[in-house]
T-cell receptor, first 119, second 109 residues
């Protein structure tokens, strides 16, 4: 079954305690991305990756790191979480193709979401 | 950077009504995505379109590239259509995806 798997689904942590949210897809997709969703602000892109070892900042990358060492995995790392990073996080993947300055992103497949609370 | 605007922000309708949700973007794109999120639920892709029109069951999505505008229509709406509908634009420069803020739809029986 085609799926994007995120873990953990729920996490409560304290300020400054490093954490990693994992994301894995089994569809051999090139494009993977992370979003946070906050009331009134909608979905905002944190980081995205067009392929292995290629990552780019989205709209709200501050306080986050990512890596793409394998095609199937795209973990989100919070080195020193702060309360303003309390949010609902989604990982997504899709087929993609980059042609010069244009990025074509195919149908998106989302993980189930990870609700993070930083105290 | 692409700006994506959705309207309306909130919509309440009666079961059976024809629903239209609009999405406008500021920069030429390679594809426009429509997503659905049920309360407390995950996000599901409904459509991905670059031109013209697509239909899936009671849902229809259209896009006008020249006017930089897309619409999502729901025919014979049903309470199970109650959800947040989100449009997202890709390809407006190599910036990944830009999202609208979503339309919160409630269909009353």
């Amino acid at each position: 079954e085609a799926q994007v798997t995120q873990n953990p689904r729920y996490l409560i942590t304290v300020t400054g305690k490093k954490l990693t949210v994992t994301c894995s897809q089994n569809m051999n997709h090139e494009y993977m991305s992370w979003y946070r969703q906050d009331p009134g602000l909608g979905l905002r892109q944190i980081y995205y990756s067009m392929n292995v070892e290629v990552t780019d900042k989205g709209d709200v990358p501050e306080g986050y790191k990512v890596s793409r060492k394998e095609k199937r995995n795209f973990p989100l790392i919070l080195e020193s979480p702060s309360p303003n990073q309390t949010s609902l996080y989604f990982c997504a993947s899709s087929l993609s193709m980059a042609g010069g300055p244009i990025l074509f992103i195919g149908e998106l497949f989302f993980g189930e979401g990870s609700r993070l609370t930083v105290l | 950077k692409n700006e994506v605007e959705q309207s309306p922000q909130n919509l309440t309708a009666q079961e059976g009504e024809f629903i239209t949700i609009n999405c406008s973007y500021s920069v030429g794109i390679s594809a426009l995505h429509w997503l659905q999120q049920h309360p407390g639920g995950g996000i599901v892709s409904l459509f991905m379109l670059s031109s013209g029109k697509k239909k899936h069951g009671r849902l229809i999505a259209t896009i006008n590239i020249q006017e930089k505008h897309s619409s999502l229509h729901i025919t014979a709406s049903h309470p199970r259509d109650s959800a947040v509908y989100i449009c997202a634009a890709s390809g407006g420069g190599a910036d990944g995806l830009t999202f609208g803020k979503g339309t919160h739809l409630i269909i009353q029986p």
